[in-house]
């Protein structure tokens, strides 16, 4: 059975200052994990995706996320936000190459950012 | 543009009609999938196809159903429409029967019963 938790349902920083959004999970296999970012009223857009090559994954926007196993932790991380950030957040969890009813998606963080 | 193009944007429609939900895949990609997005149940796999065949099934409620065709475009049919459906439908797309290097998603369909 796979699991995702985002630990925040809203993050709210300073233009120029760091990011974190959490995510843990929870998985029986070697995990497939990715972020997304939703605008609003826009669909959700891939921003990078680990798939058990290196644990350290650069996406688009200037946004990472580490792989950590020991923890079951990935979280996403920009060192320096922009007012375009401002958007939600979902993190996904899957087995590779499972079915897609298998691939679950976190409840969301909402980021803002203050000027 | 993500190449994914969902028609209707938005569409407004009375308890117990019926409607339809068009969605067509990224040029190349053969799986089209459907999911429901709402406020108090995040989003939710509904159903895909791939190169015209169901592959997999969600929660999807037996007064929806959906197709793909041969054009690979697919269609998802929503009946007895109730308040509670009100919701984004996104269509999302990929080249294989699986999304392990993630979707593509189509900006989205809001569905408003009143």
């Known amino acids: 059975a796979q699991s995702v938790t985002q630990l925040d349902s809203h993050v709210s920083v300073s233009e120029g200052t760091p990011v974190l959004l959490r995510c843990n999970y929870s998985?029986?296999?070697?995990?497939?994990l990715f972020w997304y970012v939703q605008h609003p009223n826009k669909g959700l857009q891939l921003l990078l995706k680990?798939?058990?090559?290196?644990?350290l994954v650069k996406g688009i926007n200037g946004f990472e996320a580490e792989f950590k196993k020991s923890e079951t932790s990935f979280h996403l991380t920009k060192p320096s936000a922009h007012m375009s950030d401002a958007a939600e957040y979902f993190c996904v969890v899957s087995a590779p190459y499972s079915s897609a009813s298998k691939i679950i998606f976190g409840s969301g963080t909402r980021l803002s950012i203050r000027p | 543009d993500s190449g994914v193009t969902q028609t209707p944007k938005h569409l407004i429609t009375a308890t117990g009609q019926r409607v339809t939900l068009r969605c067509s895949p990224r040029s190349g990609d053969l799986s089209v999938y459907w999911y429901q997005q709402s406020l108090d149940q995040g989003l939710q796999f509904l159903i895909q196809y791939y190169n015209g065949e169901e592959r997999a099934k969600g929660n999807i409620l037996e007064r929806f159903s959906a197709q793909q065709f041969p054009d690979l475009h697919s269609e998802l049919n929503l009946s007895s429409l109730e308040l509670g459906d009100s919701a984004l439908y996104f269509c999302?797309?990929?080249?294989?029967?699986?999304?392990?290097?993630?979707?593509?998603f189509g900006s989205g369909t809001r569905l408003t019963v009143v």
């Open positions: 999302a797309s990929s080249v294989g029967d699986n999304a392990n290097y993630g979707y593509t």
């Open positions: 680990y798939t058990s090559a290196a644990t």
């Open positions: 998985s029986s296999y070697s995990p497939s």
